[in-house]
């Protein structure tokens, strides 16, 4: 049995493992040894993610993940890990992490899972300390590993068909030259379209979604050639904009978006000595934004990201290391409310020392971004300039008690911060040029243990706080509201995840997969307010989702069952505001035979109606097959 | 394996105390608020469907939250902006939902759901609402006005106006809507926008101040307007007037948010974004100045977001929306500025107030208590009830009318002073200072607002019985209104006889006799005197025939037998000497009603105030 955590971390910083050993690894389905990491690290690879088409899909089977998803393929989707908010956690695509600057949260309802290997959420950070300063920069990390490329010649070609005029082909090429300085190429394409026009029952009227639908067309190259890799990523997409559901005025919106963003990004790693690796990451993002809206106003936006980052390992004896990471961000945004641009230094010592017992990690990571935007004053031109710096310190343990059972304990702190977005400061009439960086604070204490590698279990308490939390408010007006620094939230948690995988018949398992969240996440900003010492809006008291696997000759049933207890859709717990719970439970069909894997999915089977986000109803029983060739 | 399970499931409910809603509370309030109940409606927030109607109910000291969804099973939609009352009916305005709900105010059932969309179905976004003649006039952000039938809740026409108008009022047969501007932030307007009634189309528009938002119109036909200025919060926020000729005054030195006018007088508050200060203050529309600078004092109210108030006994309700995300709070004040009491977590962002009276329903004319202490005495001009009681001297017919008006329970009915210029003299034990005069106006089902069968008659007080002071009506600064009127009565020859008058005006008529009413003589007999003359203050005429019945309109406030009891109610704050100004008065004994309009219709008669008690509120 393969340990996954080694295999990511391989995948993310070593090239020397072959293709098939890796192809292997990702079709196995089953828990593995306790991993020695002290920050909890939660993984589910291609095998376990059949049933999902977006990265927000396979997130909500993570514990401590609150998604919130506005409907349909085409609904925003952002991840808040333990309640600390959806711009608190990064997104990292192999290794090199993904931006935006303007909203500073990234929609993971646009990162398709074709050709995802595997995706990965660490809390704080990962248990890597030889990575871009970028990565521990969050209180959270979303990993997503694609496909590698293959030196043989590998084709896949499939094609998903689905309710609601989904449709989604890809195809996916890999080889390599046959000169043997010849780099492995491989080659990604897929589009996606959904009409999205399902029904929904709202407020006791049923009616059909429009304006939802989506086009999306994804490409990249990659391209590996010792230790060197790169990618061109270019993804573009067009879609309506269907609003709430609005009593009485229901699919009223004409609004459109459309989109570009493509980015080229490239990685070296050297070994130097047995003590010394370097490694170097550059990338360079593009991203265009255009907006109508029923009025035919239009707004346009472009962001420009330069990233370099390069970082050092120093390994003094064996078990002990220290790295160096030093990254510069350049962040420009053109749009016709203003044209900020930031210059972020990140700089992160990292210090780690493992034994047989003990892993212990700490880093100090420093933070200095320079910001100016040219803003008019009394007719003058004048360039604002402002100026954040600060120090963030991450300390964390784990260790195994007893050399005979594969338990570990496992503990971390975090203090990081987030910057505010160019919105929260920009925005016309809504940005607040005076914000302060939103802070979180992390503690952990948890253990994961292993049974035989045939089932683990993880459970972690933890205890967090929210400051200066960014907060719309209407400071200046009932119609416009302005940003200000004036939350406070207190989170004490727990997160339980557990895999079981049981043989039955000769090879056939039973694979079981569960997690679970208890969240209080606690208003505190005001004694005097109405909604002091209440949950936080959208954050469940309880959470959970599972699935159960039962392999069989014929084929493969797949089970799986998102659930959350009642919400409020505000930070006042009262009658009104309370959002029920839900349990959207899915089965998955699939079966291998040769080169043709088959899927065939009925989504929500219960046909429940309900809402994660107000005015936005979910799409009912739906259904999806999905064909695969490969060669 | 089987121990792992367990500590899996002793996990799974270690911690198993779910969410739960926090309770509301049931504010205790004393019962007597001068109205059956009070509806407040919240405005809710955007996209998230929250708009609410709630209702407390006095008597019953029963709050309801949702009496909108309670009593239709539906929900109220989606940012409910607006809400006014005509009639019997309630009309809440539904901007992003697109909709006008007519609700009847003694139920709280929607009785029409009127959709506001445009040819291509588009929602409108109706913002606010106003009415004139049994048609409502609704302002719309798409730029437009339109026209709905009261009766048929139709919209019959639509026509254009400025840029986003956010406040609308009807005077002197013009509506007026403030264009406010783009509500991205980026543009604010500054017109108003004048629309002519009968020809329905925009005539003029008129430059205000920045971000034009509430209007709202005295009985002079001044229009108040309260600007909000800069979308950043830092105002100014402008009071202004647009009197007749459309010349504008500013009030610099009134910050004005919001406000209501109500018989005359303005209660404005204001809520500085930027300073994060608020003020409230009344001013008198008459003689344009500030009442009470300070009206509340304290810092109860964080984010006042609407007002109203109570006619019954000049309660001023206050909506305080609080941080605007979580539940608001009503606060109640007395007249004078006093906090009352509070009603707690009405709904989300409560923006306007409607009283439902116990007697809104039907013509309104219950009594049950009367203070009249003593008749001082009574000498009706000619009329269809006169002499009715045939008494032969005036000593007979002033016992018969303190027969009827001296009983405490109001059981007695009603006296009539005739014709113009009629008048009775009362007196009273304890001083007064708000009452109710009793009569038997009403108003017709389907023309409810507009009048019925009113038969105003000029209010007077006195402290000593010898020095007069009129209580300033509605139609006081009317030029139709004739303040130095004199008529003089002819005894008729032979007695049976229409009753010949002239006035000083050079009118002359006579007071016809009609089948109905056949007493030997409309002319009081007890009286040897040939004529009769009587000076006062002539009234404009309030009648109009329409189509099988002829309506008596109803002056918008200050009259005796003008309004059905529940509305009929009077201040001693209101009177004025001869010259028109102010006059304070603490120790009024004395009453006295005229008839005030001279005016005869072949179907109903001459128009003449009938009394049936008076009830003192506050003394």
Not at chain 1, 15 to 20: D, G, M, R
Not at chain 1, 232 to 252: C, D, E, K, R, T
Not at chain 2, 253 to 279: G, H, K, M, P, W
């Amino acid at each position: 049995m393969k340990n996954f955590y080694l295999i990511l971390i391989t995948i993310f910083l070593s090239f020397n493992i072959s293709a098939q050993e890796m192809l292997d690894s990702v079709n196995v389905i089953a828990p593995t040894r306790a991993s020695k990491s002290p920050t909890p690290t939660q993984t589910l690879t291609a095998a376990e993610m059949k049933n999902a088409v977006l990265v927000s899909d396979a997130v909500k089977h993570f514990s401590g993940v609150t998604v919130k998803d506005y409907g349909g393929i085409g609904g925003i989707k952002t991840v808040s890990v333990r309640s600390l908010g959806s711009t608190h956690t990064a997104v990292a695509i192999d290794g090199i992490p993904l931006n935006d600057c303007q909203s500073g949260q990234i929609d993971l309802g646009r990162i398709s899972l074709e050709n995802v290997s595997s995706i990965s959420l660490a809390n704080a950070q990962s248990d890597d300390i030889f990575q871009p300063a970028k990565l521990i920069a969050s209180a959270s990390l979303l990993s997503i590993v694609t496909q590698k490329p293959e030196d043989k010649f590998h084709l896949k070609a499939s094609t998903k068909l689905g309710s609601f005029g989904f449709f989604n082909p890809a195809l996916f090429i890999s080889g390599k030259g046959k000169k043997s300085f010849a780099p492995t190429v491989a080659f990604n394409g897929e589009w996606l379209s959904a009409k999205g026009d399902y029904p929904y029952t709202f407020e006791g009227v049923r009616n059909r979604r429009t304006n939802s639908d989506v086009q999306r067309l994804r490409s990249d190259v990659s391209l590996y050639s010792g230790a060197f890799r790169a990618k061109v990523y270019y993804y573009q997409s067009a879609q309506g904009l269907p609003g709430a559901v609005i009593i009485g005025n229901s699919n009223a919106s004409s609004e459109r978006m459309s989109d570009k963003n493509l980015f080229a990004q490239a990685s070296y790693q050297k070994e130097l000595s047995p003590k010394w690796k370097w490694q170097a990451n550059g990338k360079y993002n593009y991203s265009y934004f255009h907006y109508r809206n029923d009025q035919d106003s239009v707004t346009n936006y472009r962001q420009d990201e330069y990233y370099l980052s390069a970082a050092v390992l120093f390994r003094p004896v064996s078990g002990l290391s220290f790295a160096f990471a030093n990254d510069v961000l350049f962040n420009k945004l053109n749009a016709s409310f203003l044209n900020p641009q930031r210059q972020t230094l990140l700089t992160a010592l990292s210090a780690k020392y493992v034994n047989e017992h003990f892993l212990v990690m700490g880093n100090v990571l420093a933070t200095i971004a320079n910001e100016n935007v040219v803003v008019e004053r009394s007719r003058n031109t004048v360039v604002e300039r402002s100026r954040n710096t600060r120090l963030s310190p991450f300390i964390s343990i784990s260790y195994k008690p007893f050399a005979s059972q594969d338990l570990r304990l496992r503990a971390f702190y975090k203090n990081i911060f987030r910057l505010p977005s160019f919105n929260d400061l920009y925005y016309t009439n809504i940005g607040n040029a005076d914000l302060r960086p939103e802070n979180t604070t992390q503690y952990n204490v948890g253990a994961i243990y292993s049974f035989r590698s045939k089932m683990q279990i993880h459970a972690d308490a933890y205890y967090n706080t929210v400051t200066d939390k960014i907060i719309a408010t209407p400071k200046r007006s009932v119609f416009i509201w302005s940003m200000e620094n004036v939350g406070k939230v207190e989170i004490r948690g727990l997160d339980i995840g557990f895999e079981a995988a049981q043989p039955y018949w000769r090879d056939k398992n039973i694979l079981l997969r569960g997690s679970y969240t208890y969240q209080e996440a606690i208003d505190v900003t005001d004694s005097q307010g109405k909604t002091y010492g209440h949950q936080i809006a959208y954050t469940p008291r309880f959470s959970g989702a599972g699935s159960a696997t039962v392999e069989t000759a014929w084929v493969d049933v797949s089970l799986s069952v998102v659930w959350s207890g009642k919400r409020y859709l505000s930070g006042q717990n009262i009658a009104p505001n309370r959002l029920g719970g839900y349990a959207d439970m899915g089965i998955t069909l699939s079966r291998k035979i040769k080169r043709i894997s088959l899927t065939a999915e009925m989504l929500n089977v219960f046909d429940k109606n309900y809402e994660i986000v107000r005015s936005y109803p979910m799409a009912g029983r739906s259904f999806r097959v999905g064909v695969i060739w490969e060669m | 394996m089987k121990n792992a399970y367990i500590i899996i499931l002793i996990l799974f409910f270690a911690a198993c105390k779910d969410l739960k809603d926090y309770p509301l509370p049931q504010d205790d309030i004393n019962g007597n608020q001068g109205a059956a109940g009070v509806y407040i409606l919240c405005e809710g927030l955007f996209a998230q469907n929250s708009a609410s109607l709630a209702y407390y109910a006095f008597e019953e000291k029963r709050f309801t939250r949702d009496i909108f969804s309670e009593r239709n099973g539906r929900k109220l939609g989606d940012t409910a902006n607006d809400m006014q009352q005509y009639g019997g009916k309630i009309y809440i305005v539904v901007d992003n939902s697109g909709t006008v709900e007519v609700v009847d105010v003694r139920t709280g059932k929607s009785v029409k759901q009127i959709p506001i969309r445009n040819a291509a179905g588009k929602n409108r976004h109706p913002r606010c609402i106003a009415f004139h003649e049994g048609k409502a006039y609704v302002a719309c952000f798409d730029s437009t006005v339109c026209q709905i039938d009261t009766t048929t809740f139709e919209i019959e026409k639509t026509t254009q106006a400025g840029a986003y108008p956010d406040g609308i009022c009807i005077a002197d047969n013009n509506i007026y809507t403030s264009n406010s501007g783009e509500r991205n932030g980026t543009k604010t307007g500054n017109t108003v926008s004048i629309i002519d009634i009968p020809s329905f189309r925009k005539i003029k528009e008129i430059a205000v101040a920045d971000n034009p938002f509430k209007m709202a119109a005295d009985s002079e036909g001044d229009v108040y307007l309260a600007s909000r200025g800069s979308y950043r919060g830092d105002g100014p926020y402008m009071l202004q007037k647009i009197n007749k000729q459309m010349n504008i005054t500013s009030f610099p030195n009134i910050e004005a948010l919001n406000f209501c006018i109500v018989r005359d007088t303005a209660y404005i508050y204001c809520y500085n974004f930027v300073t994060q200060q608020n003020t409230v203050l009344t001013f008198d529309c008459l003689r344009e100045q500030v009442i009470d600078g300070d009206f509340i004092k304290g810092d109860m109210l964080q984010t006042p977001y609407g007002i109203a108030v109570n006619t019954q006994n000049g309660d001023v309700y206050i909506a305080d929306a609080g941080s605007f995300t979580a539940t608001g709070d009503v606060y109640c004040f007395d007249k004078k500025g006093a906090y009352k009491f509070k009603i707690s977590d009405v709904g989300i962002n409560p923006n306007a107030m409607i009283f439902a009276y116990a007697e809104n329903s039907g013509g309104g004319n219950n009594k049950t208590i009367n203070h009249i202490a003593e008749v001082i005495d009574y000498h009706p001009a000619p009329g269809q009830f006169i002499g009715e009681g045939g008494a032969a001297d005036y000593a007979a017919e002033l016992q018969r009318v303190r027969d009827i008006l001296l009983r405490a329970d109001g059981a007695g009915g009603l006296v009539s002073l005739g014709a113009w210029g009629g008048y009775i003299t009362l007196g009273f034990d304890e001083p007064l200072q708000r009452f109710r005069i009793y009569g038997n106006a009403y108003y017709y089902a389907g023309y409810e607002n507009i009048g019925g069968s009113c038969e105003p008659g000029i209010v007077m007080v006195s402290e000593n019985g010898a020095e007069w002071y009129e209580l300033r009506g509605a139609e006081y600064n009317n030029p139709q209104t004739i303040h130095d009127y004199e008529i003089t009565y002819y005894k008729p020859n032979p007695i049976g006889a229409d009753v010949r008058w002239t006035d000083n005006k050079g009118g002359a008529g006579y007071v016809y006799r009609n089948n109905y009413h056949s007493q030997p003589s409309y002319y009081p007999l007890w009286t040897n005197a040939e004529t009769l003359t009587f000076k006062g203050c002539r009234l404009p005429d309030n009648g109009e025939q329409l189509s099988g019945a002829y309506l008596l309109h109803a002056f918008a406030y200050g009259y005796a037998d003008n309004q059905p009891n529940a509305e009929s109610v009077f201040d001693i704050a209101d009177a004025v000497d001869n010259a028109g100004n102010a006059v304070a008065l603490n120790n009024v004994r004395y009453l006295r009603v005229y008839s005030a309009v001279n005016l005869y219709n072949a179907v109903i008669g001459e128009v003449s105030t009938e009394i049936g008690g008076v009830e003192i509120i506050d003394n």
